[in-house]
Nanobody, 128 residues
Framework: QVQLVESGGGLVQAGGSLRLSCAAS????????MGWFRQAPGKEREFVSG????????????DYADSVKGRFTISRDNAKNTVYLQMNSLKVEDTAVYYC?????????????????WGQGTQVTVSS
């Protein structure tokens, strides 16, 4: 049974930091694109960041939404089947439920429909 389990959410003041983790189990996701999405109340789920591993080039590729570029950093540890999202300089507008997702695409996609597996989400609340 495939599972993605997020952790690390919580309440933080504006300007603070949080680190989200997503532990995957049930299969190896080395060749999967791993993504973070978020959904604020009353809004659609939106792409935050994605990361892929190119085994031939032995390098990672990452993509970020403009709203988080320069503040968030995505990383992954393939040996641990885990992906992380370091969030710095948090803003009130970053408040949302954050979801981890995995998809079989060979390149990073921002389309949530391209992701087959989803975690249950973790709440991030940024206070002013």
């Amino acid at each position: 049974q495939v599972q993605l389990v997020e952790s690390g959410g919580g309440l933080v003041q504006a300007g603070g930091s949080l680190r989200l983790s997503c532990a995957a189990s049930g299969r190896t996701f080395t060749n999967y694109v791993m993504g973070w999405f978020r959904q604020a109340p009353g809004k659609e789920r939106e792409f935050v960041s994605g990361i892929s591993w190119n085994g031939r080039l032995r390098t990672y590729f990452a993509d970020y939404a403009d709203s988080v570029k320069g503040r968030f950093t995505i990383s992954r540890d393939n040996a641990k089947n885990t992906v992380y999202l370091q969030m710095n300089s948090l803003k009130v507008e970053d408040t949302a439920v954050y979801y981890c997702a995995a998809g079989p695409a060979t390149i990073i996609t921002r389309d949530l429909h391209e992701y087959d597996y989803w975690g249950q989400g973790t709440q991030v609340t940024v206070s002013s």
